[in-house]
């Protein structure tokens, strides 16, 4: 606990020292920089050597269906409580209805690509059966986990197992090794993304929109440190206290690195050592829900779209609402794949219900705070997903 509030204190002098020393981005950003990169290039080698190698070991189809069954379900039915939470609050709080808000409605939106419901489904196809090769390069983690899982299974079927055992157990050891040397630099880490991303947008344009910042923020904490626990309680996991308390790293490399994926060696070591979770079942369930499990971005964009409408006086219908929760819930899952993802997703909820696109213009300037706050919800998800496979494991 004490590192995690060494971590909490390089977070909080990294927003001080942006707001009284601005300016110094290429010189005190140059540590979390390198702190991301290093974090994403350990993404790829530890979902493949981990995943492929339990999967040899498990040699059980059966066993890896339930696993995936149970995340699948927690992972959907807090996504779906999260957009529910989302319209609750902002048809209550009715952000979009400020009239400070009002004149930014003249903002535009820079050029973004629509793509239409097939598309979109079709460009989720594509990266899920993707070459293991291109996708390793191109940092699709969920073409990388498909292809592990496969060929883990079906390695786990093959004679002469334990030499190609042996060799992905060594590799993941080593793997494990890189992740605490890096762990140790996390507060500097920390410090240095927090103090990039409030001196590069400062907090002037989250005051002008302050109703829709605090509608987000509000859902977003509710459904983290609410929802989310009592959830994994309920799917049998530890209580909340527990399970925030090992949460607590990987939350805070989330919010200042704004990445899931970048965060998952901190998820999978939170997940392994803190809460006891089984490494074969963190290591398929984390990387997947890294892919995959977005609440906070679901809940995001659902209070995005309304905020939106009511900027422009657009009365949603209970129908329309509905259409906006499910396009949220597809866009979210998907959105981890496309170019300019959160513009493009954000343009395929609008269109789905007739907004104006130009729209994205009024949301863009809160955008990479709000993002480092889903972020944050994200991960934490990810890592209930883990504890609810575990303890239907065990079960």
């Not at 989310?228 to 799917?235: E, H, K, T």
Request: hydrophobic share 55%.
């Amino acid at each position: 606990m004490r590192f995690a509030l060494i971590i909490l204190a390089g977070l909080i002098l990294g927003v001080v020292a942006a707001l009284a020393w601005p300016g110094q981005e290429l010189w005190l950003g140059l540590p979390g920089d390198a702190f991301v990169a290093a974090l994403k290039a350990l993404i790829m080698p530890i979902v493949f050597c981990s995943v492929a190698g339990a999967m040899a070991k498990l040699g059980s189809v059966p066993q890896l269906m339930r696993w995936l069954r149970r995340a699948l379900l927690y992972f959907a039915s807090t996504m779906v409580l999260a957009v529910g939470l989302g319209l609750f609050l902002v048809n209550t709080m009715q952000p979009g209805v400020s009239s400070q808000a009002k004149p930014a409605a003249l903002a535009k939106a820079p050029p973004i690509e629509q793509l239409s419901t097939g598309e979109f489904l079709r460009a989720q196809v594509g990266k899920l059966l993707m070459d293991p090769v291109k996708a390793w390069a191109s940092g699709n983690v969920l073409g990388v986990l498909v292809f592990a899982l496969l060929f883990g299974l079906m390695l786990g079927r093959s004679e002469g197992l334990s030499p190609w055992v042996d060799l992905l157990s060594s590799a993941e050891a080593a793997l494990a090794r890189l992740i605490d040397m890096l762990i140790y630099f996390t507060p500097v880490g920390v410090f240095s993304l927090a103090y990039k991303q409030v001196a590069s947008s400062g907090i002037e344009v989250i005051l002008k929109l302050g109703p829709y910042v605090l509608c987000v923020a509000l859902g977003l904490l509710i459904h983290g440190l609410i929802v989310l626990p009592l959830a994994v309680r309920l799917f049998g996991g530890p209580g909340p206290k527990r399970f925030l308390s090992a949460a607590f790293k990987p939350v805070m490399v989330a919010f200042s690195s704004a990445s899931s994926a970048a965060t998952l060696p901190v998820t999978l070591e939170a997940a392994e050592k803190d809460l006891g979770i089984d490494p074969a079942v963190s290591r398929t369930v984390a990387p997947l829900g890294a892919t995959i499990n977005m609440d906070g971005t679901a809940l995001y964009e659902a209070v995005a779209a309304l905020f939106i409408a009511q900027v422009y006086g657009i009365d949603l219908s209970m129908g329309q609402q509905v259409i906006v929760a499910f396009t949220a819930c597809l866009a979210a899952i998907g959105a981890a794949g496309i170019p300019s993802a959160g513009l493009v997703t954000m343009a395929l909820v609008l269109s789905a219900v007739g907004l104006p696109l130009e729209g994205v213009g009024l949301i863009l300037a809160v955008d990479r705070f709000l993002d480092m706050l889903r972020t944050s919800v994200n991960v934490l998800g990810d890592l209930g997903g883990c504890t609810v496979v575990a303890a239907g494991d065990k079960d």
